[in-house]
Nanobody
């Protein structure tokens, strides 16, 4: 019943921008923290960004800090990841997730629901 659907991925040249969206259904997630993770081929899934329920607390991986921003629209049950100044190293499948907590989380095991992912491919 709970579903998270990512969209907005695709091919992009280095230096370009993309905005990923994650629409949730089956439950209202306005009271929960949400996060973004990514997984590159042959690598473990890694934390990218997280935002608390109010949108006031955010954390970013060092690798994306200053380039990515996370936001949410609780009225639409949607979270966004704005990605700027993209690098080839950003190439990965990006996943959104919902935590059972109000507070931002950076560990995979602290999230309860996951989307199917959307591919981002950055060419040099």
């Amino acid at each position: 019943q709970v579903q998270l659907v990512e969209s907005g991925g695709g091919p992009v040249q280095a230096g370009g921008s993309l905005r990923l969206s994650c629409a949730a259904s089956g439950r209202t997630f306005s009271s929960y923290a949400m996060g973004w993770f990514r997984q590159a081929p042959g690598k473990e899934r890694e934390f990218v960004a997280t935002m608390g329920w109010s949108g006031g607390l955010t954390y970013f991986a060092d690798s994306v800090k200053g380039r990515f921003t996370i936001s949410r629209d609780n009225a639409r049950n949607t979270v966004y990841l704005q990605m700027n100044s993209l690098k080839p190293e950003d190439t990965a499948v990006y996943y959104c997730a919902v935590s059972g907590s109000r507070w931002p989380k950076r560990a995979e095991e602290e999230y309860d629901y996951w989307g199917q992912g959307t591919q981002v491919t950055v060419s040099s």
